[in-house]
């Protein structure tokens, strides 16, 4: 990279600093507090990564998502996810259609809900297996395959879903291929005491909040794109792969509470996913390379959902946090300061 190059990454990376600031001002206008949410929405906005949102009803979490999307100049799908929702609801079907003047019978793709920029997918698991399956392949690939036709999804694509933790009749566990393809499970909790007294002056008079467009498809895909570029030290990326493979049961440097209470640890997605949300979180706070600070921050969200506790954790009240917080203490950043190490 050259010198030019060089400055006008730099040039953007203030560029980005300032524009978070902006976008977290109109989010503030509809949502009170949840900062650390937001902080973890808009990384996983700018990583181009999927996102699962978990808490109790009514925390603003379709209200959240629904508020990005009306600051940012992209479309905007929600599908309501119910028992008797099919795959068809959500990719589209083809549709057997005439020809007036030639009489002749031919198919027509009829473009689904999921061809748009940010898909909420509100209670996912409330969807049958099968039709949460028909997500696998637009999340990965950012395409859809229909009657032996594939179909690409434009860019930026984003799925945003949310679950109810409370709730379990009449719901499906999600499995872990699809867990897997989101880069963050965020815990929305509850407000604070001034918080809520806030929301409810807010929501319960004649507030109406005017949001400003901030970004567009293009500028977001330019941000994408920098965050790529973005150089990683070799102490980091070291320190991001070391704490992932802590998770798994089998590895020599393992702590004895993931032999005790681990059945299986994530994969090397989630070593990627922390790199990447690192780097993302650098340059939305105006730095141009990550530290493993940054990991840190980010290793709850990135791993909890992947790791497979077994019987014995659960019996005695374990959580994947619990885990994570003993990764994270028994990993030396500062060892391996070279890659491999």
């Not at 860019?155 to 009749?169: D, H, K, R």
């Not at 407000?191 to 400003?212: F, H």
């Not at 730095?287 to 990135?302: H, L, M």
Request: with cysteine.
């Amino acid at each position: 990279m050259n010198e030019a190059e060089n400055r006008n990454d730099t040039e953007t990376v203030n560029e980005i600093a300032r524009v978070r600031g902006e976008i977290v001002n109109e989010i503030g206008k509809v949502i009170v507090g949840q900062e650390k949410v937001v902080d973890l929405l808009l990384i996983s906005l700018m990583s181009a990564g999927h996102s699962l949102f978990v808490g109790v009803p009514g925390l603003a979490k379709t209200l959240l998502v629904s508020t990005l999307s009306d600051v940012l100049s992209l479309k905007f799908n929600r599908v309501q996810f119910t028992p008797d929702l099919m795959p068809s609801d959500i990719t589209g079907s083809e549709i057997l259609e005439r020809d007036q003047l030639s009489d002749k019978r031919f198919f027509r793709f009829i473009h689904g809900p999921i061809f748009c920029n940010i898909l909420l997918a509100d209670e996912i698991n409330r969807a049958s297996p099968k039709t949460q399956a028909a997500l696998l392949q637009a999340m990965q690939e950012k395409r859809v395959t229909v009657g032996g036709e594939t179909y690409p999804i434009a860019s930026p694509f984003l799925v945003f879903a949310t679950q109810n933790p409370i709730e379990q009749e009449g719901t499906y566990p999600l499995p872990e291929a699809e867990l897997d393809r989101f880069m963050f499970q965020i815990d929305v909790t509850y407000p604070s005491y001034e918080e809520e007294i806030k929301i409810v002056q807010t929501t319960t008079g004649t507030y109406k909040p005017v949001l400003s467009k901030i970004l567009d498809s293009n500028k977001i895909l330019e941000y994408q794109e920098l965050i790529h570029r973005v150089p990683v030290p070799d102490h980091v990326a070291s320190y991001a792969v070391r704490v992932a493979r802590a998770t798994r049961p089998e590895d020599p440097n393992t702590p004895e509470a993931v032999r005790q209470g681990v059945s299986w640890g994530v994969g090397p997605r989630a070593s990627q996913y922390l790199i990447l949300g690192s780097k993302t979180r650098a340059v939305l706070d105006g730095r141009f390379t990550p530290s493993t600070e940054d990991v840190d921050a980010i290793a709850g969200p990135v791993l909890k959902h992947r790791i497979v506790l077994n019987f014995r954790a659960e019996a005695e009240g374990i959580k994947p946090e619990d885990i994570i917080r003993e990764i994270l203490d028994k990993v030396d950043p500062r060892a391996g300061a070279r890659l491999g190490v």
